[in-house]
């Protein structure tokens, strides 16, 4: 009986590993990314590149881990001005979220990053 409770034990560690090493993941391309930040972990400023034309109003929010927004600019779209340089001196050591939205408050890309100080 102790080796069939082993078997089955086995089988079902197997059979959970499998699944979730099979789950969808969203497709990484950089070439499909519109924002490019850096550093990553920054220390005094980071660096947005806005990579694509746009002919859309855009807005880039960024949040502290705690959901506080902390920082927001207006792209609008006739801006030749592409590039964002933040100044951190402000900002607290810690992780924060940044959002790119449409005029319509729809999320286009987000995602995060450290700041070390």
Sequence with gaps: ?????????????????????N???????????????????????????????????YSLQIYN????????KVYEASAIDQKTIINLSDFFRGIYIYQLKDQNGKIIESGKFQVAK
Excluded: C, H, W
């Excluded at 009986?1 to 090493?21: A, D, E, G, N």
């Excluded at 990314?33 to 034309?53: C, E, Q, R």
């Excluded at 881990?65 to 927001?72: A, R």
């Design 1 to 21: 009986m102790k080796i069939f409770y082993i078997t089955v034990s086995i089988i079902l560690l197997l059979t959970v590993q499998v699944r979730s090493q």
């Design 23 to 57: 789950r969808f993941a969203p497709p990484t391309d950089p070439e499909t990314k519109i924002i490019k930040f850096y550093p990553n972990p920054a220390i005094s400023v980071i660096n947005f590149d806005l990579t694509k034309k746009f002919d859309k109003t």
């Design 65 to 72: 881990f705690l959901g506080k927004k902390v920082y927001e």
